[in-house]
């Protein structure tokens, strides 16, 4: 069984030798996705979109149980619309695709593809907002996005991607502020209790914010290569798209006032996350709440009397219990079908052959630890059950174990460049504000500003870790994806 396991997954390059590879060797064998004949564009299949369902499931319950509905708005913007707010044009200009011709005819105006939705959002906006009585509005749309990324990695950065956009009105600012930390409160939430994932939330620096927004909220998390990937944003923007686009209400005072808004999101740019959180190299480790399959049956001695039927009478009783199970019977050895369910991350499998019939028992196999449990038949779908609570803790656990031991504290910037080189994780230093020191930050280390935490008020030094001038607040500082 161990040389199956090594000839099975030989070609699964080590984390240690090449991250980046073994980033693209695992979602590969683990056919998450494949290249499309168009650059830069993936295919998302079965395995790796029933993922990004899950995703969907979770997050899209806990919106409509914040007040959001869902609606849908057209791919195509209009030019003049994409005008109307400079700071926002210019900050997506590099990134957009168009649309110059029609059913062979030139087009009297370019249509661009959505980078974002804003824009159309706004304009609709125009015209539905007219009376305080129509505020707030709580929006939420399921779209693709299409942005023109010179490189490119399945789920991390691809041209087009699958994500939500909120886009929410409100009658004042503080309701706009409250929403957009509401909303990042909501991501921090789904984050770590369905992806296993510990994130980092605060806000991001003047430079780094959304095109068009005052002020932009992140969530970051630390891959296994000591990398930060940004999760999700929420962005206060203030008045200036009702602005741009005209956005008006009479309030109670009789007076036509401008609303303010906000908008927020995520896209399967998270499920690159949790493969580069989690996975290890025998390939995927799926947190069980996003597992499509949460347990795998695997009969052992299959074509001995009895194994077959008491695995599929396991599979309904387990099935019925809510649970996502999964039969392996095709014809393969059992040593292949468990390095294809390590591959693939799936949570759990439970192992069964005649003695374990005998003696009315199963072995269960944890893919986080690799424990093998002993457990009875009798109750099965309720051990399980507790099983999966267990892994997604100890997921949890391990990653918050490792995001701290790779985060480092820095005074000034010989540490701070220590830091870098020691883990090549996150670095916390006071920051003075400026631009022209972020830029020379990462001109010098290659690192970026991440965030400002909301939960991290600790002073480290009264002056900017490199320029000396008096500190604002504590920045997080890391290499990023």
Request: with cysteine; aromatic share 10%.
């Amino acid at each position: 069984m161990a040389k199956m396991k090594k000839e099975f997954v030989e070609h699964i390059t080590s984390q240690a030798e090449d991250f980046s590879r073994w980033y693209t060797d695992v979602i590969m064998k683990a056919d998450m996705v494949d290249y499309s004949d168009v650059k830069g564009c993936m295919v998302i299949k079965q395995y790796g979109y029933g993922i990004w369902e899950l995703i969907q499931e979770e997050m899209d319950r806990r919106f409509k149980e914040t007040g959001h509905k869902n609606a849908y708005f057209p791919l195509l913007i209009p030019e003049s619309l994409l005008q109307k707010e400079a700071e926002h044009v210019e900050g997506f200009a590099p990134e957009v695709a168009w649309v110059t011709h029609g059913g062979g005819e030139k087009l009297q105006e370019r249509l661009c593809i959505r980078p974002t939705s804003e824009t159309i959002i706004c304009s609709m906006y125009a015209k539905w907002v007219q009376s305080y009585r129509d505020l707030p509005i709580l929006l939420n749309q399921w779209a693709n996005v299409l942005r023109w990324e010179k490189t490119t990695r399945p789920f991390l950065r691809t041209s087009e991607f699958l994500w939500q956009e909120g886009h929410t009105v409100h009658a004042t600012q503080q309701e706009a502020e409250e929403e957009t930390v509401k909303m990042l409160g909501v991501y921090k939430e789904f984050a770590e209790n369905v992806l296993a994932i510990p994130v980092i939330t605060g806000q991001k620096s003047e430079k780094e914010k959304f095109a068009g927004a005052d002020h932009t909220y992140t969530m970051e998390a630390m891959m296994l290569d000591g990398r930060a990937l940004q999760m999700g944003t929420s962005h206060n923007l203030g008045q200036n798209f009702a602005k741009g686009f005209g956005i008006q209400y009479l309030d109670k005072d009789s007076k036509l006032k401008y609303p303010w808004q906000t908008s927020w999101g995520t896209s399967t740019r998270m499920i690159g996350g949790l493969i580069m959180v989690h996975g290890d190299d025998r390939g995927l480790k799926l947190p069980p709440k996003v597992a499509p399959i949460q347990c795998m049956i695997i009969p052992i001695a299959a074509f001995k009397e009895g194994v077959m039927e008491k695995s599929r009478e396991l599979y309904d009783t387990i099935k019925k219990a809510g649970i996502r199970v999964d039969l392996d019977d095709r014809d393969q050895s059992a040593g292949w079908k468990f390095n294809d369910c390590e591959l693939r991350g799936i949570p759990l499998r439970l192992e069964i052959g005649p003695k374990d019939i005998e003696q009315g028992q199963v072995v269960l196999v944890r893919r986080d630890t690799f424990e093998k449990i002993t457990v009875p038949m009798e109750g099965i779908a309720e051990t399980i059950a507790n099983l999966l609570d267990e892994i997604h803790a100890n997921m949890l656990k391990m990653a918050r174990e490792f995001r701290d031991a790779h985060t480092f504290k820095a005074t000034n910037f010989e540490e701070f460049e220590k830091g870098i080189e020691k883990g090549h994780g996150f670095v916390k230093a006071m920051w003075c504000g400026c631009r022209e020191c972020e830029d020379a930050i990462k001109e010098k280390t290659g690192v970026t500003t991440r965030c400002m935490p909301f939960d991290d008020d600790e002073v480290l030094s009264d002056v900017c870790v490199f320029c000396g001038k008096p500190a604002k607040k504590l920045m997080v500082f890391a290499k990023s994806y």
